[in-house]
Structure formats: structure tokens, C-alpha cells
């Protein structure tokens, strides 16, 4: 555990009681000097985690097909921002601009924008991607206000802090992180006032125990992602692990050294995350006027963009071991077992009904 975030959180909870569980998300994350993803990369062998673009180029080069797919069906654009939000490594951004080259018109029209908060991952980004001189903004509310935009968040969404409230015998109340003894623990504290407008529906007959997730922030980014799609035209897509109905479940977990932890085992050194409600995605970006194409699941929202196709592509001219790994990766990728049918996608677009390709 980090000590300056350990005592920067010990501070915060002495002097002003203990954190809802998306303040404490928010700081362990995203704290400007002690936060996890500011002095780190967290990807692949030697980080905590690894994303669908470091398991494989097909699933970037898919995701460029569906956006110059989407640029035409816009009606193609002469100047358009193409954003990302939480690049990586920029390895999802670079395998769709390698994918899309010979799309005539798409590279000219394209201005590259990467939504990134950590140094070090700006850092991997422009080396990368130097080729497209992208521009970096902090949130999503920088992006320029003229033209329409095409965004992608991939594994994004999750890492966005969630507040969780329980039922118990006297009525809902907010799980907080407070100290006890010289470490932390949960506990339980009064729901704020107006929570009725924060819990979905579900929760209204909802069992003594249960627990529901619900994330301000996640749909203030909706919010404002669809405000700006509304405004100058565009599409954007989130791909992510959850859920397309609301229900019940404490999903908040960590993640270290490609292992889940205790969430209070490895503060500052563990990824945290939750999964996604999307019906609560569609809801906030709708009301401003968006349309709404998904979800589904990631399986087959790959398989419609043609995974299976570039997978006997690539085995054509591999080796043996290489064929495997082409093999195991489309498995990952698509598989009802795996991340194909625990992740979900879903675009948001302005302007008349669209066909968008993987829905």
C-alpha cells in the first residue's frame, strides 16, 4: 500500500468522516500524486490486469472498422475528432488506425484525441501513437465544441467510482470506508437525503441485505457525451464488463497482480472497478436526445464485425504456436465463457435511426 495515500485517506476520514465508497474509489484511483493510475502502467505481464487490446490486434482493428463503418454511415465527414477515453498503452487506438489506412478519406478527416489522466500511460501513448499527433485531454467535457465526433471507451466505464447502499431492517443505508484500529474497514452509515432518486426500481421490494451500485458518475459522462453528440452530430461506443438490467450485487472488486484481492488489502496498488449498469447508461445519455443502439454481448458484437474472418486470416501464414495463440485469443475474446459473454457493447448517436454494424 502506498503510505502517502494511506495517510492522505487517514486525513480525509478524521476530518471529515468516513468515505462513500465512490469518494474512496475516486481517490485511490485518481488521487493527482498518490492515485493508482498516476505513476504506473497497469497493463500486461508485469502490471495487474490485461485489456482486450493486449490480448489481441483483432479486437483494435475491429474497433476501427466500426468506426470508419460509422464515419461513412454519418455521412463521412470531411473533419470529425476521433476520441478515446483511457487509451492504454494506445495499442486498441494504433491497431485501428493500421486497420482503417486504406479507408479512403478516414485519415484525412481524422483528429485523434486520447481522454488519459496518468503520465505514464501519455507517455506509451505518444510513442505509440506519434504518428497521428494526438491531442490529451483531462475529462471528456474538453473535447472542442465544433464538429462531430466519434468516441470509444473500452474498459473505461468500470473504473468510474460507484456508491453502494444496503437494505437493512430500518431501510437503506450507504457502505462507507472508515479506519479502525491503524487500518480500514467498511461500514455502514445513513443513506442521504433524496435516495429514492438515486436507486432504480428494482430495489424497491429489494431483500433486507441486498446491495445495489449506482454511479453519478458514470452517468454524468453519459450525460455529456450524448450532449455533444447531440449538439454537432457523432456516435460513440462503450464496451465494458456488466450488466444490461439493473439488479442487485456488490460487483466492486480489486484486482493485483493478475489476482482479486481484498478491496482495502492493496489501497493505491490495486485496480478497482465495477461492473457497468447499462440500462442506467441508456437512461442518462437518452434523455438528451441520443439514440441508443445495444447492448450486447461482446461475443457477438465482434462476431457481427467478422473476428472469425480475420482470425483465418492471420492463421493463414502463421506458425503452429502462432495459430494457437490466434486461437486462444478469439476464445477469450468471444467466448460465452469468457470476456465475449461477461462484457457488453453499446453505442449512443445523434440524428436519424442508423443501422450501426455490431447491433
Known amino acids: 500500500m502506498s503510505a502517502e495515500l494511506r495517510g492522505y485517506l487517514k486525513r480525509q476520514i478524521i476530518d471529515h468522516g468516513p468515505l462513500d465508497v ?4 475516486a481517490i485511490a484511483l485518481g488521487h493527482p500524486r498518490y492515485g493508482y493510475y498516476m505513476g504506473r502502467d497497469p497493463l500486461g505481464r508485469g502490471g495487474d490486469f490485461t485489456t482486450a487490446p493486449e490480448i489481441s490486434q483483432m479486437f483494435g482493428e475491429l474497433i476501427g472498422v466500426w468506426c470508419a463503418d460509422t464515419w461513412a ?10 476520441v478515446e477515453c483511457g487509451p492504454g498503452r494506445g495499442t486498441l487506438m494504433a491497431d ?3 486497420a482503417t489506412k486504406k479507408v479512403p478519406g478516414f485519415h484525412a478527416a481524422a483528429r485523434l484525441a486520447l481522454v488519459e489522466i496518468s503520465p505514464a ?7 505509440r501513437l506519434s504518428l497521428y499527433q494526438p491531442d490529451w485531454l483531462a475529462q471528456v467535457n474538453d473535447i472542442g465544441p465544433d464538429g462531430p465526433v466519434l468516441l470509444v471507451a473500452n474498459e473505461f466505464l468500470d473504473a468510474l467510482p460507484v456508491r453502494q447502499f444496503v437494505k437493512t431492517a430500518r431501510g437503506w443505508g450507504e457502505r462507507r470506508v472508515g479506519l479502525n484500529g491503524g487500518g480500514f474497514a467498511f461500514g455502514l452509515g445513513p443513506a442521504p437525503s433524496g435516495l429514492t432518486g438515486l436507486l432504480p426500481e428494482a430495489a424497491r421490494d429489494a431483500e433486507e441485505g441486498s446491495v445495489f451500485e449506482v454511479s453519478p458518475a458514470r452517468s454524468h459522462f453519459a450525460r455529456d457525451v450524448a450532449r455533444r453528440l447531440a449538439k454537432s452530430g457523432g456516435a460513440a461506443l462503450f464496451i465494458d464488463y456488466g450488466y444490461e438490467r ?14 482479486y484481492c481484498g478491496v482495502l488489502d492493496h489501497i493505491g496498488d ?29 461475443g457477438d458484437f465482434l462476431q457481427s464485425l467478422g473476428i472469425k474472418v480475420r ?6 501464414n502463421a506458425s503452429e504456436r502462432q495459430k494457437g495463440d490466434i486461437a486462444s485469443a478469439l476464445q477469450r475474446l468471444t467466448g460465452k465463457d469468457a470476456m465475449g459473454g ?9 440524428g436519424d435511426p442508423l443501422h450501426l454494424s455490431g447491433f
Not at 454511415?73 to 476521433?82: A, I, Q, Y
Not at 500511460?121 to 510513442?127: F, M, S, T, V, Y
Not at 462484457?343 to 448517436?349: D, G, L, N, P
Open 96 to 98: 485501428a488506425m493500421r
Open 246 to 259: 439493473r439488479a442487485a450485487g456488490d460487483t466492486l472488486q480489486a484486482v493485483y497482480r493478475h489476482d
Open 311 to 316: 482470425a483465418q486470416a492471420l492463421a493463414e
Open 73 to 82: 454511415k454519418l455521412g463521412s465527414p470531411e473533419r470529425f475528432l476521433l
Open 22 to 25: 465512490g469518494a474512496f474509489m
Open 342 to 350: 461477461l462484457f457488453r457493447a453499446m453505442a449512443i448517436y445523434a
Open 270 to 298: 490495486a485496480d478497482l472497478s465495477a461492473h457497468v449498469d447499462f440500462e442506467a447508461l441508456a437512461e442518462a445519455a437518452s434523455k438528451e436526445g441520443v439514440l441508443v443502439a445495444g447492448p450486447v454481448s461482446q
Open 121 to 127: 500511460l501519455r507517455e506509451a501513448q505518444a510513442n
